[in-house]
Nanobody
Framework: EVQLVESGGGSVQTGGSLRLSCTASGFTFDDPIMGWYRQTPGNECELVSS???????YYSASVKGRFTISQDNAKNTVYLQMNNLKPEDSAVYYCAARGAGDFWYRVVCDSRTAYWGKGAQVTISA
């Protein structure tokens, strides 16, 4: 059974930084992709960033230049370093994983398009 466990959410002021971590277990995929979605109230999950096992990365336009995704394959962990945070970054951030292929840019959270973590709240105050 695939499990994704997130940590690192919290509250900071505008301009601050946070780092999210996601540790995966139960993976048996040859070429997985891992990433982060975020959801604001009343909206679908929006893909923020992703990284393949070979290191190919994706960032949404709204976070490019401020967020950095990385992975430690030995620890089966993916990180999202978030710098220069803005109030509009406030959301629940979900770690997600797929056995192959790419993520959808917008999906219903916890849909069968991926494996999902339980989410981590990130709140940025003005």
């Amino acid at each position: 059974e695939v499990q994704l466990v997130e940590s690192g959410g919290g509250s900071v002021q505008t301009g601050g930084s946070l780092r999210l971590s996601c540790t995966a277990s139960g993976f048996t995929f040859d070429d997985p992709i891992m990433g982060w979605y975020r959801q604001t109230p009343g909206n679908e999950c929006e893909l923020v960033s992703s990284i393949t096992s070979s290191g190919r990365t994706y960032y949404s336009a709204s976070v490019k230049g401020r967020f950095t995704i990385s992975q430690d394959n030995a620890k089966n962990t993916v990180y999202l370093q978030m710098n220069n945070l803005k109030p509009e970054d406030s959301a629940v951030y979900y770690c997600a994983a797929r056995g192959a292929g790419d993520f959808w840019y917008r999906v219903v959270c916890d849909s069968r398009t991926a494996y999902w973590g339980k989410g981590a709240q990130v709140t940025i105050s003005a």
